[in-house]
């Protein structure tokens, strides 16, 4: 059975970000247990008491450093269980202009996107192959959907992420573990503050988590949470290099 059948618990890596608290609050009102991870796991205890409080579900919080994957076997091996659902909701924008001229920049936002949850995303399906079941649920972004001038190193990293949840999901397509990347578009969060977002594309975090609980119930592999997303990057993609170049994108 799957977490979602059984309430199982749920959890969060990069728990302080606007979409993880957001997908904590929905799967506790969903009745899931919630284990909160992030850096400074002691900073998420308010968290951690306002969704206990409101939702009445058993709420956790560990340390996890997604930039420390030689830690990540001993992160798990200390959680209080091993969880039916994991959200990954890692990840580090920065700027353009810093990541194309700093390289520390652009190692941090390619291993904080990429590398860390993949190798994470990795130990995680080893662990639930062998127990049987499991739901990883990777968040993504419409950025790697092709190489654009204003956001090449972050979208690479996504790019490099959205293949990597394809080839698991492929690898368990006949079970027991099931692999759901999320595609959300613009977000109105902490990470956007200051940019000039249209609101017609742009979502909240309340519904970037609604969606994920969704999906969770029905046999959706890649969420498009804003399905207009899907036919801009369908027309993004399709555009022949010679004419992509001259874009401002």
């Known amino acids: 059975m799957t977490g979602a059948a059984t309430g199982g618990a749920v959890l969060i890596l990069g728990a302080r970000s606007d979409i993880a608290r957001a997908c904590a609050q929905r799967f506790a009102q969903g009745g899931h247990p ?26 956790t919080c560990h340390d996890f450093d997604a930039l420390d994957p030689e830690g990540f076997a001993a992160f798990l091996d200390a959680l209080p269980v091993l969880p039916e659902i994991a959200v990954c909701a890692v990840g580090l924008m ?32 080893e662990r639930f192959e062998a127990r049987g079941s499991g739901t990883l649920i990777g968040i993504s972004s419409v950025a790697g959907e092709r190489g654009r001038a204003s956001n090449y190193v972050y979208g690479a990293a996504k790019a490099g992420f959205t293949a990597y949840l394809s ?83």
């Open 34 to 59: 919630v284990m909160l991870a992030a850096r400074d796991a002691a900073t998420l205890a308010p968290d951690a008491t306002d969704i206990g409080l409101r939702h009445g579900v058993t709420v």
């Open 94 to 125: 920065g700027t353009q202009d810093q990541n194309q001229r700093d390289p520390a920049a652009a190692i941090r936002v390619l291993r904080s996107n990429f590398e860390g949850p993949a190798i994470l995303l990795a130990e995680l399906a």
């Open 167 to 249: 080839g698991l999901r492929n690898r368990f397509a006949r079970g027991p573990v099931r692999v759901i990347t999320v595609l959300p578009g613009f977000v109105a969060t902490r990470m956007t503050e200051g940019m000039d977002l249209p609101p017609r594309l742009t979502a909240q975090p309340e519904e970037v988590a609604e969606a994920i609980f969704q999906a969770t119930r029905r046999g959706r592999d890649v969420v498009w949470v804003r399905p207009v997303w899907r036919l801009i990057m369908a027309i993004i993609r399709a555009l022949p290099e010679g004419i992509f170049k001259k874009t401002r994108l």
